[in-house]
Structures are given as structure tokens and as C-alpha cells.
């Protein structure tokens, strides 16, 4: 695993096949093999032998299948509804595009005290944040060194230093020996860590010892640890205990380097394996994901001499020719001079022809206005007069003398104060009726 650079590169376009198995690949490097505890549902065994179900929760369900040979191994009749724990591995069905669980053992829910420990020590891991995705580190591309914590008696130890050898011959491996299996293991594989832990710092702070002990032909350089493996064969759940202890977990969690945990087969899984950084199936599997082929990359800088080497030549070429139309081109200034000429008087020309044409572009505008302007001012004139006269109309339609000569007076006071109720007179009042033609006052008698 190699942490991907940001690309504006257009992303290449999948086949549906190739995606499919592209995410089944990722789902396995992340997450096989798994462990689910949920509720039986939709079990049917198929005449094949094989069964088909979905396990759920409260908050989801997930498609499992079961083939006959797996499915021949159960102690027992799974029913609708029943809740168990099954072992196995995460796909994607091609065919559908399904995510799917194919489960090779079930067990019905809290069998084994071993595993209920297991359990209850992976949750408390899991709360402190120990198997976060975000804390997993990318795997060096060519590391310094590479530190391998094992049993100097087991064949895990054989595997990963034959594919080592075998794949980089070039880069240092160092080897702490730790027992593996029993009740002393889990001290003495926290003991080989920290060791190497101290060789990520280029032996500083090492015991003298201990420096002589694992250093190449006795000597006093200590290369600088980049990747550390952590291996062992596989195993019963019992013998594979020593990589589920908890003070195990915290110091593969403090490790300053990417550490690659291939402990067991396969199908095995150990709380070592959640807290590294990257689980390997196998220790083999292990020794190749941190070592690139050596051949692979003498391939890459034979390819790079290559590109290289045809860049310089054309580079070589492009400037050749630079050189020999810079100097033709000096060897007959003239022709120079000539062509620069040429330029100015067609540019000349063209300005010409330009200003020409703007300036008889305005003057047919103008041409045009002067035509058109004389009409319609004079219907702007008639259109202003017409709205005048319908203003004097409405005018007029309100002059209140209109209303006075059908027969109607304005009573007022003698000081010009208007009366419009019976309230405002009283007997002996002296009041002044405006007609249309005069006024004529008036007392009131009652």
C-alpha cells in the first residue's frame, strides 16, 4: 500500500468487471477476514448444498453465502432468527455487483470463552480509537531496513527471509528473536519491539550488546529501521493468544514506524492484526508487500535511462535546428530588413483602410438620423399637444362653477368659512350663498 499522489490526470475508465474486482481487493486488504455476530435471516439451503442468507441488526443486514464444504462442517441447525457469530470473508458478486459475505464457519453467539475475551478486549481497543483508518501509515516504497519480530525456531522466520532474499537481496533485514506462543510471549515480543523501536532512531540509546548482537559481521552501525514485521505461523486460536494481549496492542500502537502484522493463515486473526498498520495473510504475504522485486526496479531505471536518454537526444536535435535558422537568417540581414518592411507598409494599409471605413460607418448614421429626425419630432410635438388637451378636458371637468350652474350654492360664513351640516348654524345666523352667477347673503330664521 502506497499512498496515492493528487493527480490532474483524467481518471481512466473502468470496465464494470474490473471495478467490481478492483473493490473486491480493497475490501479485502481492509477488512478480511471478518467476524459478525447478527440475526439469521432468509436461510435456505440450496440443493447444491450450498445456503443463503442475511445476517441483521438493528441498523443493517448484510447478504452471506455459505458453500457446501464450509456448510458441512456445522454442529448444528441454523434457524430463522437465531443469532450467531460467523467467520469469513468480504467480496463483491460480480454478477450483481453485490457486497456479499462468504462465510466459511458459524457458530451460535458467545461460544468459547477465549473468543468472549477476544471480543470484549477488541470493542475496548476499538473505543480508544487503536483501529482507526486514520491512523493506519502507508508502507515505505524502499525502506532502509526492515526489523522482523518472530521465533528464531519458526517457519515464519524461513518464509519471510526467503522471499526477502529473494525479492531485495540489497536491503539490511534485522531479526529479534521473541517467543511466540506461551505465557512469557507477550513480554518478550513487547521487548523486541521496543528494541527496534530504538533502531528507527539509528541505535541510539541501544545497549551495547544488544547493538552487537543483531548488527551485521559484529559491527558498529546499526542501519535505520523503516518497516517492521511482525510474523508467525498459524495456529489454534490458544496458540495464537500472545498477539491479543492488551500491552501487545499499545506498543504496536506507538510504533514510530508502519508495522506489518502476518500472524497465522489466512483465515486466522488476532488483535495484533487490527492495530497494525497493514494485516497480511500470511508472513510470506508480509515479506512481499514491503519488498518490491529488486528486478522490478531495475527494470524501472533501465526504462528511466531510456526516456532519459531519448529526451536528451531530442532536446539535442530541437537546438540544432534553433542554431541553424538563427544563423541563416544572420548570415542575410537584409532579408530580414526586407520582411520587417513588408510588415509596416501591410500594416500601415490596413490602419488606413480601417480608419476609411469607421469614418464612413458614422457618417451614413448620421445620414440616417438626419432623415428620420424632422418626422418624428413632429409626431413627438402632435403626441405632447394631444396630452395637453386631455389634461385641460379633465380640468375642466372639475372646475366646481360646472356643479353651481346646475343649480346647486356653497353656504359659507360672511368670513368665507364653509357650512356643510345643519350643526354649524344657529337662528339669526348670518350666512353667504355663492351661485353661479353671484352671492347673495342670507340669515337664518329657524
Same mark, same amino acid.
Given at each position: ?9 483524467? @481518471? =481512466? !475508465? ?6 467490481c ?11 478480511? @477476514? ?14 447444491? $448444498? ?14 452471506? =453465502? ?24 468480504l467480496?463483491?458478486?460480480? &454478477? ?6 462468504? !462465510? ?5 453467539a458467545?461460544?468459547?470463552a477465549? /473468543? ?26 524502499? @525502506? ?34 521473541a517467543?511466540v506462543? #506461551? $505465557? ?15 533502531l528507527?532512531q539509528?541505535?541510539? $540509546?541501544?545497549?551495547?550488546? /544488544? ?7 559484529g559491527g558498529?552501525t ?20 500472545? /498477539?491479543?494481549?492488551e500491552q ?21 486473526f ?14 510470506? &504475504?508480509?515479506?512481499?508487500?514491503? =519488498? ?9 531505471l ?23 535558422l538563427?544563423?541563416?537568417? /544572420? #548570415? ?26 469607421? !469614418?464612413q460607418?458614422? =457618417?451614413q448614421?448620421?445620414q440616417?438620423?438626419?432623415? !428620420? ?7 413627438g410635438? %402632435? ?12 380640468? #375642466?371637468?372639475?372646475? @366646481?362653477?360646472?356643479v ?6 356653497w353656504?359659507s360664513?360672511?368670513?368665507? &368659512?364653509?357650512?356643510?351640516?345643519? %350643526?354649524?348654524?344657529r ?20
Open positions: 500500500m502506497f499512498e496515492a499522489k493528487p493527480s490532474l490526470v483524467t @481518471p =481512466a !475508465v473502468w470496465q464494470i468487471g474490473a471495478l474486482r478492483a473493490i473486491a481487493e480493497a475490501l479485502d486488504a481492509r477488512f478480511n @477476514p471478518v467476524v459478525v455476530r447478527g440475526e439469521l435471516s432468509s436461510f435456505s439451503r440450496a440443493a447444491s $448444498g450450498h445456503c443463503y442468507f442475511s445476517l441483521k441488526d438493528e441498523s443493517g443486514q448484510i447478504r452471506c =453465502a455459505m458453500f457446501r464444504r464450509a456448510a458441512s462442517s456445522l454442529d448444528f441447525s441454523p434457524r430463522e432468527g437465531e443469532l450467531v457469530e460467523v467467520r469469513g470473508r467480496g463483491v458478486y460480480e &454478477a450483481r455487483g453485490d457486497l456479499q459475505l462468504i !462465510v466459511e464457519s458459524m457458530s451460535r458467545g461460544q468459547g477465549l /473468543f468472549e475475551q477476544f471480543l470484549q478486549l477488541k470493542a475496548k481497543l476499538e473505543a480508544q480509537g487503536l483501529f482507526a483508518p486514520e491512523r493506519k501509515r502507508a508502507l515505505p516504497l524502499l @525502506p532502509r531496513a526492515i526489523g522482523v519480530v518472530t521465533s528464531l525456531g519458526a517457519a515464519a522466520l524461513h518464509d519471510v527471509v526467503t522471499a526477502l532474499k529473494r525479492r531485495v537481496p540489497h536491503i539490511p533485514v534485522l531479526i529479534v528473536p517467543t506462543q #506461551g $505465557g512469557s510471549a507477550p513480554g518478550e515480543l513487547i521487548q523486541a519491539l521496543s528494541n527496534l523501536y530504538l528507527t539509528q541505535g541510539r $540509546g541501544l545497549e551495547p550488546d /544488544f547493538v552487537k548482537k543483531i548488527t551485521k559481521r558498529s546499526v542501519p535505520c529501521i523503516d518497516v517492521i514485521l511482525l510474523v508467525r505461523g498459524g495456529g489454534s486460536m490458544e496458540d495464537l493468544w500472545a /498477539f491479543n494481549d501487545l496492542a499499545q506498543t504496536l500502537a506507538r510504533s514510530p514506524v508502519p508495522v506489518i502484522c502476518g500472524v497465522g493463515h489466512e483465515t486466522d488476532t488483535i495484533a492484526d487490527f492495530v497494525a498498520d497493514l494485516r497480511a495473510p500470511t508472513p510470506t &504475504a508480509a515479506a512481499e508487500l514491503v =519488498a518490491q522485486p529488486q528486478q522490478l526496479w531495475l527494470g524501472a533501465d526504462a528511466t535511462a531510456q526516456r532519459l536518454q531519448r529526451s536528451v537526444s531530442r532536446r539535442l536535435d530541437q537546438q540544432n535546428q534553433r542554431l541553424d538563427t544563423a541563416s537568417r /544572420f #548570415g542575410r540581414p537584409s532579408a530580414l530588413v526586407g520582411r520587417a518592411r513588408l510588415r509596416l507598409s501591410n500594416s500601415a494599409q490596413r490602419l488606413q483602410l480601417a480608419s476609411t471605413h469607421f !469614418v460607418q458614422k =457618417a448614421g448620421l440616417r438620423l438626419a432623415l !428620420v429626425f424632422p418626422t418624428a419630432a413632429q409626431r410635438l %402632435q403626441r405632447q399637444d394631444e396630452r395637453l388637451q386631455r389634461a385641460a378636458l379633465r380640468l #375642466g371637468l372639475l372646475d @366646481p362653477h360646472l353651481l350652474e346646475r343649480g346647486y350654492a353656504l360664513t360672511p368670513a368665507g &368659512a364653509g357650512i356643510s351640516s345643519v %350643526q354649524q348654524t337662528p339669526g345666523q348670518a350666512l353667504r350663498a355663492t351661485l353661479a352667477d353671484g352671492t347673495v347673503d342670507l340669515t337664518v330664521t329657524a
